[in-house]
């Protein structure tokens, strides 16, 4: 990968990491799929008014992105991250990690090589060494959700990775993730327009760090990624995530830094640091339909 790729592939996972503070405060005050339905509201009138429609065969990619990436992965993750512990459900995400190396090797024939395995492993050894700090203990059904929305992300990943990424993909996948989300808040939730008035100054700093921040920085640069890399170079990335979330919580929310938590983050990131030592995976270039659609050629492979 190139200087500004790695940069890129670090900062991400840093907004994201902080993104889990404002998603905790957030969620105090609105209802938490309601504040996913005007995360992605706002997102898509920000966005659909200046990119193209997407074309007849871009619109089947673009509504699965958004059943995915939308719906099931924020969906399950909202709920999970406003019922259980930020610190751990930042710490179960990272198994979208190894759920999108396993995956592009079936489904876009990226077959990891021995030394980008051993990165992902260290790193989720440091990751498991970060879920076993005794703080972060949680019970079972805010993990399982948190979990189920690691394997939507690691899907939606694939699925850009194959189709995408494409202009009109971050506007149109959140307008089509809106009804989703505002469906199950109508079934599940309540008090959704007394939130709209209830909720205080920092809430609405925090909606508008998801929205700007984490969602159109951030994916932004995701997909930029994505569409230049293999996926076995930027996935291990993402295990940089509860490093940040971590981090941020001692910031922010004055959780306590042990060497437990300091351990696990620095395998975490030499584990990363590895799975960039040399080309990992190589790409089929004929059986990899984005490999086509790429007029940049890509420094990661």
Same mark, same amino acid.
């Given at each position: 990968? /190139?200087?500004? #790729?790695?940069?890129?592939?670090?900062?991400?996972?840093?907004?994201?990491?902080?993104?889990?503070?404002? &998603?905790? @405060?957030?969620?105090?005050?609105?209802?938490?799929?309601?504040?996913?339905?005007?995360?992605?509201?706002?997102?898509?009138?920000?966005?659909?008014?200046?990119?193209?429609?997407?074309?007849?065969? #871009?619109?089947?990619?673009?509504?699965?992105?958004?059943?995915?990436?939308? $719906?099931?992965?924020?969906?399950?993750?909202?709920?999970?991250?406003?019922?259980?512990?930020?610190?751990?459900?930042?710490?179960?995400? #990272?198994?979208?990690?190894?759920?999108?190396?396993?995956?592009?090797?079936?489904?876009?024939?990226?077959?990891?090589?021995?030394?980008?395995?051993?990165?992902?492993?260290?790193?989720?050894? $440091?990751?498991?060494?970060?879920?076993?700090?005794?703080?972060?203990?949680?019970?079972?059904?805010?993990?399982?959700?948190? @979990?189920?929305?690691?394997?939507?992300?690691?899907?939606?990943?694939?699925?850009?990775?194959?189709?995408?990424?494409?202009?009109?993909?971050?506007?149109?996948?959140?307008?089509?993730?809106?009804?989703?989300?505002?469906?199950?808040?109508?079934?599940?939730?309540? $008090?959704?327009?007394? /939130?709209?008035?209830?909720?205080?100054?920092?809430?609405?700093?925090?909606?508008?760090?998801?929205?700007?921040?984490? $969602?159109?920085?951030?994916?932004?640069?995701?997909?930029?990624?994505?569409?230049?890399? /293999?996926?076995?170079?930027?996935?291990?990335?993402?295990?940089?995530?509860?490093?940040?979330?971590?981090?941020?919580?001692?910031?922010?929310?004055?959780?306590?830094?042990?060497?437990?938590?300091?351990?696990?983050?620095?395998?975490? &990131?030499?584990?990363?640091?590895?799975?960039?030592?040399?080309?990992?995976?190589?790409?089929?270039?004929?059986?990899?339909?984005?490999?086509?659609? #790429?007029?940049?050629? /890509?420094?990661?492979?």
């Amino acid at each position: 990968m /190139s200087a500004i #790729q790695i940069v890129c592939a670090v900062a991400v996972p840093l907004l994201w990491g902080y993104q889990f503070v404002a &998603i905790k @405060v957030g969620v105090a005050e609105f209802p938490p799929l309601f504040f996913l339905a005007l995360r992605f509201l706002a997102i898509a009138l920000l966005l659909v008014p200046f990119v193209r429609k997407p074309t007849r065969a #871009q619109l089947g990619p673009v509504a699965a992105i958004s059943i995915f990436l939308g $719906g099931l992965n924020f969906g399950l993750f909202y709920v999970g991250l406003g019922l259980g512990s930020g610190s751990m459900s930042a710490v179960a995400y #990272q198994l979208a990690t190894p759920f999108t190396v396993v995956l592009a090797w079936p489904l876009l024939a990226e077959r990891p090589s021995l030394t980008t395995s051993a990165g992902v492993l260290l790193a989720f050894a $440091g990751v498991v060494v970060l879920a076993a700090e005794p703080g972060l203990s949680a019970n079972g059904f805010p993990l399982l959700l948190v @979990v189920g929305a690691a394997f939507a992300f690691a899907v939606s990943n694939v699925l850009t990775k194959r189709y995408g990424p494409f202009d009109p993909l971050m506007g149109w996948s959140s307008l089509l993730t809106v009804p989703q989300v505002l469906a199950m808040s109508l079934l599940l939730e309540h $008090g959704q327009m007394a /939130s709209l008035v209830t909720a205080d100054e920092l809430a609405w700093l925090a909606l508008a760090y998801t929205i700007f921040i984490g $969602g159109i920085l951030g994916f932004s640069l995701w997909f930029w990624l994505i569409g230049r890399c /293999s996926m076995s170079r930027v996935a291990p990335f993402g295990l940089l995530l509860p490093v940040f979330a971590l981090m941020s919580s001692v910031l922010f929310l004055g959780e306590r830094m042990t060497p437990k938590l300091i351990a696990g983050g620095l395998l975490a &990131i030499s584990g990363v640091a590895m799975t960039q030592v040399r080309p990992g995976a190589r790409t089929n270039a004929v059986n990899s339909p984005s490999a086509t659609r #790429q007029s940049a050629p /890509s420094s990661c492979r």
